[in-house]
């Protein structure tokens, strides 16, 4: 069965830094192009970036340039969202989701709470 767990998130301070992890089973991860994707309290599901299968090439959302990072650790088989210089508006539950899943993500989600 192929899944996708996110874990990593949490409630944390403007202007701080998080790093989500999305654990990948029944499949392998750099064989196919991997996004993130965030749900904010009410509002509908927003792409924030996404990394090209077998690279390390990346592209990201305006809302998130410069601020995020996505890597993938092949012998883990896990994605990586580094987050840094935190807003509140990035508060949001989080998910990692193939080109496929990107309007439906199959995972829980990790949520990601930025506030002072």
């Known amino acids: 069965e192929e899944q996708l767990v996110e874990s990593g998130g949490g409630l944390v301070q403007p202007g701080g830094s998080l790093r989500l992890s999305c654990e990948a089973s029944?499949?392998?991860?750099?064989?196919?192009?991997m996004n993130w994707v965030r749900q904010a309290p009410g509002k509908g599901l927003e792409w924030i970036g996404k990394?090209?299968?077998?690279?390390?090439?990346?592209s990201y959302a305006a809302s998130v340039q410069g601020r995020f990072t996505i890597s993938r650790d092949n012998y883990k088989n896990t994605l990586y969202l580094q987050m840094s210089n935190l807003k509140t508006e990035d508060t949001a539950v989080y998910y990692c989701?193939?080109?496929?899943?990107?309007?439906?993500?199959r995972g829980q989600g990790t949520q990601v709470t930025v506030s002072s």
């Open positions: 990394i090209y299968k077998g690279d390390t090439a990346t």
């Open positions: 029944g499949f392998t991860l750099w064989r196919f192009d």
């Open positions: 989701a193939t080109d496929h899943d990107t309007g439906a993500p």
